[in-house]
């Protein structure tokens, strides 16, 4: 029912594609498309498609077998909703997901346009701007080649190569091979086998994953819990699924895939249930990236060169001059054997030589953490095009990373004078004011709601940044219109819990805020419920029911003992109660740890 014809790609291979190597037609040759441009953000790979003639972000898959879409994607392009077969589940990172099918008149990729095509929409939105991600029923069409380090995508398709190794941009370095499971159109997925502390284990290669995750039932395997030493808790991770899942930053001795070894290093483990796919790690893209892949699905292989850097080390950054830092060991190699095969076409340079290029190797830089070098490459990008707004906004946030706020807020400056409706520019250059304590952030964050579509999954941060503004009406009016758009995605019950402590703060409809507060604190995870609880101490507070406002702050402050707001209500409650030692001891305690929280609080009338 769902998967789309495959001559759309076909023609797209017939009427671009480059030819491989000329000479006999028993000569193995890859006919290739020109490259499709990748873009990362952060740690997702995006490319741009169009949907029904507009413009459109993707994240690139590989380990969805189908095409998906956010629910206010959906509600923003205007296609149609209808339910998926009755029974159809599709499982994800934090549980199964009922889906329902969307339809668009028109969707073009990498030039060729298909119509009717067909989208899954799930209940989360992917909280990067992308309006959903593309999967295997799109990429199995054609081998892959994957050069996320250089922001390149291409679709091959090699003739007469029979078994031979199709890594064709390997002249001196070792190739690293992994066996598939086999892959067809009913299973798409690219499974593969590899090592965790001498353990086999079974990998899905999956660069809808951002981070490389190891399941716990692995990693027991390999002599690793949540209990050993030098693990430590990294708070929680979710995908398609209803449910947010704990995870993990877990040392790890040795991993082994394909004749490539990775000694000292960190990956995140978490309690990852695929389902029927009983797969014991995401290799998400920290590895892409760390690495050029090609996946043949014409011979059930998958091809790697290792690229330089750190592959998985959540914490470590590569010098500009080496190749990996000291706490993660670069992988070893065993050369792939030769095939005795003809030579395959001499590989095409990916180094830029254009603003386009620099600016995703800049990128790619950037989701490595390698600002010094993402700084570098962005910045001869702007330099060749000085009039693209996208690449100030991009290396204002290199060097917002490395703490540079003067040269962030002239290069979002620039972008927003370049492209006065740049709400993503306008958002990053209100957070910078707020970090820096400047006027002016309130204008920026009015632009943001001015420009960006209603069902933008940035209302949620925006709310939360009017908040910090003190500007308490925009803050409840963004998550108005957040939980509107998103009616069941995860993050409903922090939203919820948000706009009930904007309402208290704001001392607006509080019979709603106590009604937030309690569906929220029905549904949120009990580490992460202080600021919840606090919030709704504050509305009891407002309410002048001094009793439930002394229960709750108390419990939010055994929660989080350093949430000042939290204290604050405290001591006005005690005050209120008539218990002026403890109270005055509270509120002077916030006053001098947050003098300016004190203050903001003053303001909105919440005083002795």
Known sequence: MFLRRPGWISALLAASLLAGTAGAASRCKLMMTPQLPVTMDNLRPVITANINGVDARFIVDTGSFFDFMSPAAAAEFKLPLSYAPPGYSVNGIGGSVTPQVATAKSFTVAGVTVHDAVFLVGNNDFRGGEVGLLGQNLFRLADDDYD????????????????????????????????????????????????????????????????????????????????????????????????????????????????????????????????????????????????????????????????????????????????????????????????????????????????????????????????????????RACDLDPADADCRYQRGLAYWHSARWEPALADFTAAIQLRPNDFDAHMARAEVELRRQQAGAAADLDAVDHFAPQQADLRLALARLYGAAAEYAGAIHEYDLWIEYHPDDLRLPHALGGRCGAEALANVDVDRALEDCNQALRSIPKPATAVAVSNRGLVYLRQGKLDSALADFTTALKLQPKLFIARYGLGLAELKKGLKEQGRSDLLAVQAARPQLAQRLAAVGLTP
């Not at 893209?285 to 290792?306: E, I, R």
């Open 148 to 379: 996320f380090a250089d922001g390149v995508l291409r679709f091959v398709r090699p003739t007469h190569c029979g078994g031979q190794m199709l890594a064709y941009w390997a002249t001196t370095q070792p190739v690293s091979v992994v066996k598939l499971h086999w892959t067809s159109e009913q299973r798409p997925h690219l499974i593969g086998e590899a090592s965790v502390n001498g353990h086999k284990i079974e990998v899905l290669f999956d660069t809808g994953s951002p981070r490389t995750i190891l399941s716990l039932r692995a990693a027991k395997w390999a002599g690793i819990t949540p209990d050993s030493p030098g693990v430590i808790p990294a708070g929680v991770t979710s995908g398609l699924g209803a449910n947010a899942i704990r995870v993990w930053i877990a040392p790890v001795a040795k991993f082994d895939i394909g004749g490539e070894a990775i000694e000292h290093t960190r990956v995140l483990m978490g309690d990852i249930d695929l389902g029927s796919l009983n797969v014991d790690m995401l290799l998400g893209t920290d590895f892409f990236l760390a690495h050029h892949v090609y996946v043949a699905y014409s011979q059930d292989k998958l091809y790697f060169t290792y690229n330089g850097g750190v592959v998985f080390d959540l914490n470590a950054r590569r010098p500009a001059t080496q190749a990996t830092s000291a706490q993660n060991t670069p992988p070893s190699r065993v050369p792939a054997a030769s095939t005795g095969q003809q030579a395959l076409p001499a590989a095409a340079s990916d180094v830029p030589t254009d603003a386009a290029g620099f600016m995703r190797r800049g990128m790619a830089d950037a989701s490595r953490a390698e600002y010094p070098e993402a700084i570098a490459d962005l910045t």
